[in-house]
C-alpha cells in the first residue's frame, strides 16, 4: 500500500497549495486562448479568491497537504461541523490521480463520518470526473446548485 499521510497546511506552503490549485483548472483556462502570462495571472487570482472564500466561509477547517511517500501529492480541507463532517476541498497534482489516493482519503473521512455518526458531504462540478469516484464510494445527491452538486455519504447507507 502507498504510505499516505496528512500534514497541516503552513503559511510557508502557498506556492505548492498554488501549483495545486493550477493544476485543477489549467486545462479549463488553457481553452480561452489567452497569453501564458495572463492565464498564469488569472489562476493566481483565482487561487487567492478561493483561499479567502475558505478562510472566511469555512475558518474551523483542518487544512492538509496530502503527502504520498514523503511528497505533496495535493490538499485536503475538511470542515467538522454539529451536524456533518465536510469535504470542503480534496485535490490531487495529475501525477498521483487515478492510484487510489483519493478513494482511501473518502473513505477514511467515511468511517470518521461513521464514528461521529454524521453525513459527510462535499460540493461537486456536475461534469468533475471525480462525482463517479463519489457515487461508488456512496454519495447521492441532496441539492443540485446550478454548476455544482451538494452530495452527501451518510453512514448506515
Known amino acids: 500500500m502507498i504510505d499516505t499521510q496528512l500534514r497541516t497546511v503552513t503559511d510557508a506552503d502557498t506556492e505548492i497549495l498554488l501549483a495545486i490549485y493550477i493544476s485543477t483548472r489549467r486545462e479549463e483556462v488553457a481553452q480561452t486562448g489567452w497569453p501564458e502570462s495572463r492565464q498564469q495571472a488569472f489562476l493566481a487570482m483565482q487561487a487567492r479568491a478561493q483561499h479567502e472564500h475558505y478562510a472566511r466561509h469555512y475558518p474551523e477547517a483542518e487544512r492538509s497537504l496530502i503527502l504520498v511517500?514523503?511528497?505533496?501529492?495535493?490538499?485536503?480541507?475538511?470542515?467538522?461541523?454539529?451536524?456533518?463532517?465536510?469535504?470542503?476541498?480534496?485535490?490531487?497534482?495529475?501525477?498521483?490521480?487515478?492510484?487510489?489516493?483519493?478513494?482511501?482519503?473518502?473513505?477514511?473521512?467515511q468511517e470518521r463520518a461513521r464514528t461521529?455518526?454524521?453525513?459527510?458531504?462535499?460540493?461537486?462540478?456536475?461534469?468533475?470526473?471525480?462525482?463517479?469516484?463519489?457515487?461508488?464510494?456512496?454519495?447521492?445527491?441532496?441539492?443540485?446548485?446550478?454548476?455544482?452538486?451538494?452530495?452527501?455519504?451518510?453512514?448506515?447507507?
Do not use: C, N
Open 69 to 109: 511517500e514523503g511528497k505533496v501529492a495535493g490538499r485536503l480541507y475538511v470542515g467538522h461541523w454539529q451536524r456533518e463532517i465536510r469535504i470542503v476541498d480534496i485535490a490531487l497534482l495529475p501525477t498521483f490521480r487515478g492510484a487510489g489516493i483519493g478513494s482511501r482519503l473518502l473513505q477514511a473521512l
Open 116 to 157: 461521529d455518526g454524521k453525513p459527510l458531504s462535499i460540493h461537486v462540478e456536475k461534469t468533475h470526473p471525480a462525482l463517479r469516484l463519489y457515487q461508488r464510494l456512496g454519495f447521492t445527491q441532496q441539492e443540485d446548485k446550478g454548476v455544482y452538486l451538494l452530495m452527501d455519504w451518510r453512514p448506515g447507507d
